[in-house]
């Protein structure tokens, strides 16, 4: 229905084209039978002249948009709109209309480019896609600026392409404007994995500069979340990522305080539960750990991130006990009680996924401690065969 009023309203426009008044001027005349003709360069010299004569000549603007729209020179569009509408809003309604009619173009356009670029196997043509994708969008965004549906698009493109410094500022944009849930998300997880790159080049290199601009990049994310999380409070994305930033940035302290504000005032939030755990297992807390995940469980049974990091506590746990009597030259088998906790987790996740290696493989190191050789034997054929 929208799309058959915006043509309405381009047939109106074009009726005022075509039509012209009685007073028009010789370009003005001539311009509007070179439109109806197509010959928009003829049309462009005419209307060019019209407003180098006539510098208050709204309709020789306005006309002169919609020829730079038809040529699809859609900033010179916008400056000859804005012109004819500083001069008076006798087209301010046909102008409207044009800008939405070519934002609903250039938006389709953008997604069926980005789809063929998905569709395409051939690297060169995909880029070429995705190149003409982001142009159709950037263009939308001309066209009509306040469409956030267009920068959402955009950025999509964007990250799907990996040009990820690109894809910050309509992220930024969204957040802006709406406090996009799909931009705090994606922003977020754009500067942290700029952190982590840093410090990795920081491990490799020993360079303190890049372990200074990693935890710059954290706390970003950090500022950035705990802004978010005020319009969003139990999006499981924004959590998950906003606790790995203050253990990334070693302030779980600081977030272990937040997030425990966050469990007393929602106990049924499972995704508050989680990462309030995820915290208290980074920091070695194992027995509040150990609650948290399973008050994430009472409130999910299926839960599949706190069964796997239940089973992650009750290893490292018993990974600690052991240590801790070696390290004290004892012999003791208390160690294998936690690693028996995480048995019945592990098993349960490899029937929720039976695809993860990485649990697999756990699942074999946990039959393994525990003597149970054939099922371990067996956890690890499994893993090998699906890294195959």
Same mark, same amino acid.
Do not use: C
């Given at each position: 229905m929208r799309n058959s009023k915006l043509i309405l309203s381009i047939i109106l426009v074009l009726g005022l084209i075509f039509t012209g008044f009685q007073c028009a001027s010789t370009e003005i005349t001539s311009a509007r039978l070179y439109i109806q003709q197509k010959n928009y360069d003829r049309a462009l010299e005419a209307l060019q002249t019209e407003v180098t004569k006539n510098p208050k000549s709204d309709e020789g603007? +306005?006309?002169?948009?919609?020829?730079?729209?038809?040529?699809?020179? +859609?900033?010179?569009?916008i400056d000859a709109y804005n012109k004819s509408l500083a001069i008076s809003n006798k087209y301010k309604s046909n102008i409207a209309d044009s800008r939405r009619y070519h934002w609903v173009n250039l938006f389709n356009a953008g997604a069926t480019f980005y789809q063929r670029g998905n569709n395409t196997e051939d690297p060169d043509s995909a880029r070429l896609n995705f190149d003409r994708s982001i142009e159709r969008f950037e263009n939308a965004i001309l066209v009509e600026p306040d469409s956030t549906d267009t920068y959402k698009n955009l950025a999509f493109v964007y990250i799907s392409t990996n040009r990820l410094d690109e894809a910050m500022k309509p992220l930024q944009t969204l957040i802006d404007k709406e406090?996009?849930? &799909?931009?705090?998300?994606?922003?977020?997880?754009?500067?942290?994995?700029?952190?982590?790159?840093?410090?990795?080049?920081?491990?490799?290199?020993?360079?303190?500069?890049?372990?200074?601009?990693?935890?710059?990049? +954290?706390?970003?994310?950090?500022s950035l979340l705990e802004e978010g999380r005020k319009y969003h409070?139990? &999006?499981?994305?924004?959590?998950?990522?906003?606790?790995?930033?203050y253990i990334s940035a070693n302030k779980i302290e600081v977030a272990v305080d937040a997030f425990r504000?966050?469990?007393?005032?929602?106990?049924?939030?499972?995704?508050?539960?989680?990462?309030?755990?995820?915290?208290?297992?980074?920091? &070695?807390?194992?027995?509040?750990?150990?609650e948290q995940f399973k008050k994430a469980i009472e409130i999910d049974s299926e839960y599949e991130n706190a069964i796997y990091n239940l089973a992650v506590t009750y290893?490292?746990?018993?990974?600690?006990?052991?240590?801790?009597?070696?390290?004290?030259?004892?012999?003791?088998?208390?160690?294998?009680?936690?690693?028996?906790?995480?048995?019945?987790?592990?098993e349960k996740l490899v029937q929720m996924k039976d695809d993860d290696t990485v649990i697999w493989e756990l699942l074999g190191r946990v039959y393994a401690i525990l003597d149970m050789q054939q099922d371990a034997e067996n956890a690890y054929k499994k893993a090998d065969s699906l890294r195959k």
């Open positions: 603007y +306005f006309l002169l948009g919609f020829v730079y729209a038809e040529k699809e020179m +859609f900033p010179e569009m406090r996009s849930v &799909d931009g705090y998300r994606f922003l977020g997880e754009i500067i942290y994995d700029k952190g982590n790159r840093l410090r990795t080049e920081y491990e490799n290199t020993g360079n303190a500069q890049d372990s200074i601009a990693a935890q710059e990049h +954290f706390l970003k994310v950090i409070p139990g &999006d499981a994305d924004i959590l998950l990522l906003l606790s790995n930033s504000e966050g469990v007393a005032k929602e106990p049924n939030n499972k995704y508050y539960r989680f990462n309030y755990g995820v915290l208290l297992l980074g920091a &070695d807390k194992y027995e509040e750990a150990e290893v490292r746990w018993g990974s600690y006990i052991n240590k801790q009597a070696e390290d004290k030259g004892e012999t003791s088998s208390e160690y294998k009680t936690k690693f028996q906790a995480a048995l019945p987790y592990l």
